[in-house]
Structures are given as C-alpha cells and as structure tokens.
DNA sequence: GTCTAAGATGGAATATTTTGGAAAATATCG
DNA sequence: CGATATTTTCCAAAATATTCCATCTTAGAC
C-alpha cells in the first residue's frame, strides 16, 4: 500500500519540506512529479499527486454547473485560493505556500505531522493532529457502541467485517 | 489549474498592482491580455480575462429579455457601471480604478488578498476576505459534522470522497 | 489659448523573498 | 565502530515585489 505511516518533519527557514523517502518514491510513481496542495476545513492540507487529485475533481464536478452569478458558484470558485499546484523540487522537497502554513498555523523551522492517506498525505500541525486522532478514536468507539446496541436486538448474524 | 492561491499584495501610491507570476501567465494565456473587472455585491471586485467574461455575459444577457419598461431589466443593464476594462501593463499590472477602491474599502499603498478563483481573481480587503473565508470554512465544517453524524448509524463505509 | 496642478503611466532601482544546491549534522545499518 | 543514507541547516544566485522617479496626460484656472 502506499502513503502510510506518519512522520515528524520539520519546516526549513523558507517554508519547505522534504519528504520522506519511501512518501516521495510513492509520490514519484506517478509521472508528473507534480503534487496538488489544498486546505481542508478540519484545519489541515491535503497533499495528493496530481494525477489523483484530477481523477477526484472530475468525479466531483461532474454535477455542478458553474454559474458565476450564483452565491454558491462563486463561493464554490474561491476554494480555488484554497489550492496550489506544486512541482516537487530534485532535492524531493515542496514549498508549503505562506498562505496555506498560516491557515493550518503551522510556522517555519517547526515541525509538523505527515499523516500518510493511502492515497496521498495530510499536514498538520502537532496539535491539531493530536485533537484529530481523539475525535477518529473518539467515533470509532461511539460507533462501535451503536454496533453492539443493535445487535442486540438483531436475530442473525451476518455483519460484514469493517476495521478502521 | 488555473488562477489558484491566495496573496498578499500591496497597492502601489496611485493604485495599481502587480499579479503574481503564475496569475500573470494563466491571463496572458488568453488571447488579448485585457481583464475586466466588476464589483461584487459581497464587497470585492472580480477580476476575469475579457474572453471569459464575455461568454458569462452572453449567456447571462441571453436570458434576459430586454425591455426598457422593466425596471429589472434598467437596473441589470446599470451595472455597467461597475464595470470596466483594463489592459495589463507590459510589467504585470493594472491599475485598479478610483471608484472602485472605495467602494471595496482598499486604500492606495495598502495591501490586498488576491484570491484565486479558479476561472479568474477576486481582490478583497484583507478584512473582509477574512470574514468571506471564515463564512466557506463554517459551512464546510457544518456539512462534515452533518456526514459524520450519518456515518455513526451507517453499516458499510462507501463515502465518497470530497475535496476542493 | 496658455499655464499650472493633479493625476496617470511607464520604466527602472532597490529591497525582499524564493529557489537550488551544497555542507554540516544526525540517524541508520552492517 | 565505520560506512551509508537521510535530515537539517546554511548560503549564494535568481526571481520577484515594492518603491521611487521622470514623463506624459488631463482638467481646470486665468
């Protein structure tokens, strides 16, 4: 599987970071080398390659028809400020956009979490991954107890098998 | 993609600005290098290439009938003025009109969040693109909660995936 | 009409940021 | 412990942003 594992790196003085080398081989696996950025309103960025992130526009485009004189079409535009392109460099690093550290508050020279997402990574801050995880665990087990209340009452058992 | 990111940019003493330089290349990638800029009702000023907008307006002036008794039809057609054309400088810049700053709330020698809006940019004061940001982020998050609060009573885990 | 002042425009100089690369430091492995 | 790989820091070059200045245009006063 690829982009697992999470990893503390940190930030150089310009705002950059390198990846990890088995992250950046999984990243190089596609052709164009190029990676899209984008913030995520749980308070972090979304690093996926290029070719993923089309793949997953496209899907959710499909629908929509974009009519700028409509509040909601404009607004659906301006999540274009929330997304970057990035190329990544020869030395395996990408430039985290001032805007986009200052979103996720994350700070040059500090060290944030990349959360591998099978699919691509997400950066976070130390502190808001922590508050992440809780909620993750926090729902899985709240979800797990709505499971067990259910059965109870439930005459047969053929469940399909989940895991997190 | 095109017209992406967000930035901080600062107003020179008689009010023009410079683009970034991948904002530059997505409007010289159109044809004629002129914009137009119009105000929105949400406070700021749109900025698209002219082939862009005159397609928008065609299809938007295509629905409308045109009869001069109307008072919707009059008061559709004045928003003429709050639009105008500009033509970038042979540096990357355009100069945005008096009036237009005023109403905007940007002042000369001040600095503006240039937001990228997939199909052009959109220039905000940085106060008021602070509370428009603030806006999509709490309707995002709202939208998540709603998702995970179904997902406590789901069975089987076939999400899609959404993004920006 | 001419003169003056205000503003707009184009260009260039300066300051700042970004970028690519390499050196130093650290960790990993045999 | 030494050798190798990786990470972090640092630096110089390049690109970019910002400021400044000279010129041109416009509008108004006389």
Redesign the pocket.
């Known amino acids: 599987m690829s982009f697992t594992g999470q ?4 930030l ?5 970071l ?4 088995n992250i950046l081989q999984d990243f190089l696996s596609f052709a164009s080398g190029e990676v899209v950025i984008y913030f995520l309103s749980e308070g972090c960025l979304a690093v996926y390659p290029l070719e993923i992130w089309s793949k997953m526009r496209e899907e959710e485009l499909g629908n929509l028809k974009i009519v700028p004189q409509s509040i909601v079409a404009r607004r659906r535009l301006r999540r274009g400020a929330l997304t970057q392109n990035e190329k990544i ?3 395996g690093r990408i ?1 985290i956009p ?1 805007q986009f550290r200052k979103m996720c508050k994350i700070y040059d ?1 500090e ?1 944030v979490m990349m959360i591998g997402s099978e699919i691509g990574i997400e950066i976070w801050s130390e502190e808001s991954w922590e508050r992440e995880l809780a909620i993750i665990l926090e729902h899985d087990s709240e979800k797990s107890q709505n499971e067990m209340n259910q059965d109870l009452y439930s005459e047969n058992h053929t469940q399909t098998m989940g895991g997190s």
């Open positions: 990893y503390s790196i940190s150089d003085s310009s705002g950059r390198k990846f990890p080398s460099s020869k030395q430039t001032q020279t060290s």
